[in-house]
């Protein structure tokens, strides 16, 4: 069962998810890049229910570009993406997301989409503790932040200076059956990895 660098490999049958005509190479990315965001996503779900809700991506890599292909699939919210990198928001307007670039109005443009609301669900892709801060300061009453990016970032907590009732959580990864749902939700054309083919000597 070692070593994924290889043409084949073993691997217990319940870990295998039927992919049906896709192309496995395309699909390759789903249990890693797609998996962890749409855990993330699926937790929650209940704070993007109903109208006039905002979601905010924060880092636009592989796992935030999907990210914004799965909320704006599963939700009606409306998805405010942020990076520093411009090629890397323009693709994330091409799949739905309203986009604010990170400066030092990042937060007061953020609020301002929303009406200066705040967002009903943050998910930070990168986890360092600017992008951390920005993502509590631009939460509404009752949100909800998730740090999916492990890069080590630490932020402080204060009763009065934190929105009512929100939550400050992380997750890593997700579950067998969340991976079936990614993968139905590609092979319904909803969710389309960036991919790059490297040949075996590569």
């Known amino acids: 069962r070692d070593g994924g660098m290889a043409e084949y490999v073993v691997v217990p049958a319940r870990n295998l998810v039927p992919l049906g005509d896709a192309d496995p190479v395309a699909a390759a990315p789903l249990s890693d890049a797609g998996l962890t965001p749409y855990h993330a996503i699926k937790n929650s779900l209940p704070n993007l229910a109903g109208g006039g809700r905002f979601a905010l991506v924060i880092g636009l890599g592989g796992l935030g570009q999907i990210a914004v292909q ?4 599963l939700t009606g919210a409306t998805v405010i993406a942020t990076d520093m990198k411009p090629e ?18 990042q937060v007061e443009a953020i609020r301002g989409l929303t009406g200066g609301r705040g967002v009903d669900a943050a998910f930070d892709f990168v986890g360092v503790t600017p992008t951390i801060k920005a993502a ?26 934190t929105p009512y009732e929100s939550t400050i959580t992380n997750t890593y990864w997700g579950t067998i059956e969340d991976l079936y749902e990614v993968v139905a939700m590609y092979r319904a054309g909803q969710v389309r990895p960036d991919i790059e083919r490297f040949a075996m000597d590569d």
């Open 88 to 105: 890397a928001m323009k693709r994330a307007e091409e799949n739905g997301a309203t986009t604010v670039p990170g400066a030092k109005d």
């Open 136 to 161: 509590q300061a631009s939460m509404a009453q009752g949100g909800r932040l998730t740090v999916v990016g492990i890069a080590g970032g630490v932020v402080e907590w204060g009763f009065f200076t």
């Open 70 to 73: 799965m909320l704006t699939a």
